[in-house]
């Protein structure tokens, strides 16, 4: 053996000192409030992107936005960090071109997802205009990449909550063609477990519901109706109550029950046994957020009775027994209730409802397809 051999170095490769780069660690990101579920939302295109600002606005932090378009999110209110362009020039009202742009860039939108989410949290929550180009054509492959992201990250549920918002009908036909081709891939989805809850945020529904609304405040009044609802139940699902609690576990029953739908009932009269009952049975129908469901296949709801503490002190427990068992009488056979009843910090008495297990809403879907001119 030379002596060459005797003194080889023990090492291989002489590694110059190159600057490493810092490790990056996926911490949890932390919302602004206590609530029962840690939620984060990812909004596609304008619609679905508003709905996501909304909920940024009012302190969940695990939110993000994409889009097609890069003009579309200069006015999105999340941070620059928190939008993603994919595309070049929008859609078009195109669900098949945005479908194309969103598998050739899955990964890179999953990875987006990642960084904005961070750990810890519970569901993801896709939220999509329905109507769009954008949203339409991302709507199923985002569930799908929602779930892979939940699975990676060992999350409690691999199901994914979904908010669409429908488009008004006078958005005209085309419109009309998407909203009805995502809502019913929606459906299905929702049929196979991998959607829960699915929200239906129907804009002309709501456009009924606030007549005197002009353009400006019409889609800010709209979001909030749904995102404020939500919030809602997710915040008092961990409030104590002098009276009777609505809790987590509630809650869960409902969000893992498919379609679900809310709706918010002023009472302004209560000195009789019946006049909130009254109230639910008349106001309710009129009151939710979707058209085209019937509270009759329900099978599961949550029912907040928030008032001041005067107008508590006044009710009688029998009057809000019977406006529980308003509701009840109002679902299909065999339902569950679950009820909590909290002193508010306004002089007035709201009955707040989210009802789920509902079946199709196909009054709706009937609605979109006539309007699309859409063969039977």
Same mark, same amino acid.
């Given at each position: ?72 999110? /200069?006015?999105?209110?999340?941070? %620059? ?137 019409? &889609? ?44 918010? /009932?002023?009472?302004?009269? &209560?000195?009789?046994? /019946? ?57 299909? %056979? ?28 196909? /009054? ?13």
């Amino acid at each position: 053996m030379s002596d060459e051999t005797n003194n080889a170095p023990e090492f291989d490769v002489n590694v110059p000192e190159i600057p490493m780069p810092e490790e990056v660690v996926n911490q949890e990101i932390a919302d602004d409030f206590q609530a029962g579920f840690k939620f984060a939302f990812i909004g596609s295109g304008q619609g679905g992107s508003r709905l996501a600002a909304t909920f940024y606005k009012m302190g969940y932090k695990r939110v993000c936005c994409i889009n097609t378009a890069e003009q579309d999110l /200069t006015h999105i209110q999340v941070p %620059p960090e928190r939008k993603f362009c994919f595309g070049t020039g929008g859609a078009g009202k195109n669900p098949a071109v945005a479908k194309a742009l969103m598998v050739e860039r899955k990964e890179d939108v999953l990875d987006f997802m990642r960084r904005s989410f961070g750990q810890g949290f519970e569901r993801i929550f896709v939220c999509v205009g329905a109507g769009g180009g954008t949203g339409a054509g991302t709507a199923v492959h985002l569930v799908d990449t929602a779930v892979e992201l939940q699975k990676a990250l060992r999350c409690p549920t691999e199901k994914v909550g979904v908010i669409v918002a429908l488009p008004k009908i006078s958005e005209g036909k085309k419109v009309s063609v998407n909203a009805y081709n995502t809502l019913k891939d929606l459906l299905f989805l929702r049929e196979k477990g991998v959607i829960s809850p699915l929200i239906i945020c129907d804009n002309e529904k709501i456009g009924k519901m606030y007549p005197s609304l002009s353009v400006d405040p019409f &889609w800010d009044t709209a979001n909030m109706s749904v995102c404020s609802l939500l919030h809602l139940f997710n915040t008092v699902s961990v409030k104590h109550s002098h009276y009777s609690s609505f809790d987590v576990n509630d809650l869960k029953t409902v969000f893992d029950s498919g379609l679900i739908t809310f709706g918010a /009932t002023p009472v302004h009269k &209560w000195t009789d046994a /019946t006049d909130i009952s009254y109230a639910v049975r008349n106001n309710l129908k009129n009151n939710l957020l979707s058209g085209g469901v019937d509270l009759a296949t329900g099978s599961v709801a949550g029912v907040v009775i928030i008032g001041g503490v005067s107008v508590l002190s006044s009710i009688p427990q029998l009057n809000l027994d019977h406006a529980f068992d308003q509701l009840n009488r109002m679902m299909k %056979p065999g339902n569950t209730v679950h009820r909590g009843i909290y002193r508010g910090n306004k002089d007035n008495l709201v009955v707040y409802t989210v009802v789920g297990g509902l079946a199709d809403p196909l /009054t709706k879907l009937d609605e979109l397809k006539k309007h699309g001119d859409l063969p039977d």
